[in-house]
């Protein structure tokens, strides 16, 4: 993401600071769908595979790190069924993509239309799930959690990515 769109990121919801859990999972989201998009539109069977290889770790960095750092802690919201509807509904919709993932990851027709249907799917997946995050988590997590208790969280999501993204260059 370039200085330009943090910054029109940063105006678009002026409450919302650049270490807020809100930006930074919007700004990842951002490039995960980017990533799929690109990946779902090119034409070289070379381009996707290496289009993956970088969506992969990403998805695997940000999803795990969302889990543990904005969805356990709203299943631990003793007696709030929003917040566990939300965090289950996260959870499934990343175990879908994941096995999605994984199926697109172990083909080599990267050139075929199955593959291409598979990327296409993964997109719609993403895009959705993406969209429904950021209306429905954002509004609870405005709601339920003041400015530096989203940082907060913020900042133990990034190290938390920070630690996974290490995890996936050791694997």
Same mark, same amino acid.
């Given at each position: ?23 930074? %999972? ?24 290496? %289009? ?7 998805? #695997? ?76 988590? #954002?509004? #609870? ?15 133990? #999501? ?14």
């Amino acid at each position: 993401m370039t200085l330009v769109d943090e910054i029109r990121l940063l105006m678009a919801a002026p409450s919302m600071t650049a270490n807020d859990m809100r930006t930074l %999972l919007r700004r990842d989201h951002d490039e995960i769908v980017q990533l799929a998009r690109d990946m779902c539109e090119s034409e070289s069977g070379d381009e996707r595979r290496a %289009l993956l290889k970088q969506l992969k770790p990403a998805l #695997f960095a940000h999803t795990r790190a969302e889990q543990r750092e904005v969805y356990d802690v709203l299943l631990r919201r003793q007696g709030d069924d929003d917040a566990r509807e939300i965090a289950y509904e996260g959870y499934v919709a990343h175990t879908v993509q994941d096995d999605l993932l994984e199926r697109m990851t172990k083909s080599r027709k990267t050139e075929s239309d199955e593959w291409k249907a598979h990327s296409q799917v993964l997109l719609e997946l993403v895009t959705q799930h993406v969209d429904k995050e950021q209306g429905r988590l #954002f509004d #609870f997590l405005t709601a339920q959690y003041n400015d530096d208790e989203r940082e907060a969280m913020g900042r133990r #999501f990034v190290a938390a990515k920070s630690r996974l993204a290490l995890k996936v260059k050791a694997a």
